[in-house]
């Protein structure tokens, strides 16, 4: 059985599988048919405990004794359909995710053999949740972990993949006299034909943050925070070498800033294997390998950079977490200008960039990650979480839960 880690994934050996997600509380579990432009086809392709079934995907009450599931057999699943996300919420009314992780299972839906688990880290304000999708690429269906929360609830996962969800209408003032008439709210949304036209709401909450895999097929990638890349083309092999740079410049002009880079290296259960930084310049037998220290962040380009030879990471390393730290205790908030950025190391050609457009009063930052994939490619995650450390080693614990 394999432990995931967010944004791994792996093949699925049956084709039913099941997708079971259990914590301390009961929760609400349901999946979501996708095309290959991210959405549902229509409301039928939402399927929750209102709505058991549709093409190939089914929704399994545990009855309160067991967790809920969504079962889904590939081989019934329609062509059109690349993608089944399993999403999940607590049941309770407003009730976040905080000190309740949640575990998603993958079995096999004939032997109910475990293939995979996985438990999306540092939850904290998220009432819903996005925690595995099962996908299909050149021809065969794989499992994903990915984690992603919404602060909205079930109905922002529903609208953002296109589910026309049942707005509550303000309800008219009651006449004198007359008694309130109770409501009760659904609790989780309903799939339902459109309405008709409603009168002015008021302003949408903020959108969750940017998020989805994207590649490089269109060329150099701007992301933004939470967003991820496959770093491959279409029809080209892997890249084998890259280079991280990273950058910055002083808030306040004449002024230095001392900050130092580093990337820190993990295997797949979230194990520390080694950091690289400027005391150290080279780790995993010279496949990762440090600039050296920039004490002004002053001058043009990159101010430290990375070099990370992907054909010789070891087996064991399975993720890569690059991070910012003020050894001298500047804060971010002193910084301008905080970037990351990827490129080919054997062509110079900048492929992935993540500019900083936030800072806090803090001394350390986690920039980006890559993840290795089952399949061997790698993948970059824009992170941009602050930490209060000043050191490498003390980057080490909170870089591995944004694994």
Known sequence: MTAMTPGSNI??????????????????????LLTADGKVRNDDDFIFYNQPTGPGVTYRSGGGAAPDAIVIDTAAVPPGIEK???????????????????????????????????TPPQLGTETALVIVEVYLRNGAWKARAVGQGYANGLAGIATDFGVSVEEPTPAAAPAPMAPPVPQTAPPVPAAT????????????????AASGKINLDKGRVNLQKNQTVSLVKGGQPLLTQVKMGLGWEPAFRGKDIDLDASVIAYGP??????SCYFGKLSILNGAIKHSGDNLTGEGAGDDEVIVVDLGRIPAEATGLVFTVNSFTGQKFTEVAKAYCRLLDAATGEELVRFDLTNTEAQTGVIMAKLIRQFSGEWEMTAVGDFVKSRTVRGMVKPAAGAL
């Open 11 to 32: 093949p699925l050996p049956t084709t039913r599988v099941a997708v079971d997600v259990s914590a301390p509380v009961r929760l609400d579990v349901s999946g979501l």
């Open 84 to 118: 089944i996300v399993v999403t999940a919420s607590p049941d309770a009314e407003g009730q976040t995710f905080q000190g309740i992780e949640p575990t998603a299972t993958i079995r096999s839906a004939d032997d109910n053999a475990q293939i995979a688990t996985f």
């Open 269 to 274: 259960q979230r194990n520390h294997l080694d």
């Open 193 to 208: 034909l459109p309405a008709p036209p409603a009168p002015p709401a008021p302003p949408a909450p903020p959108a969750p």
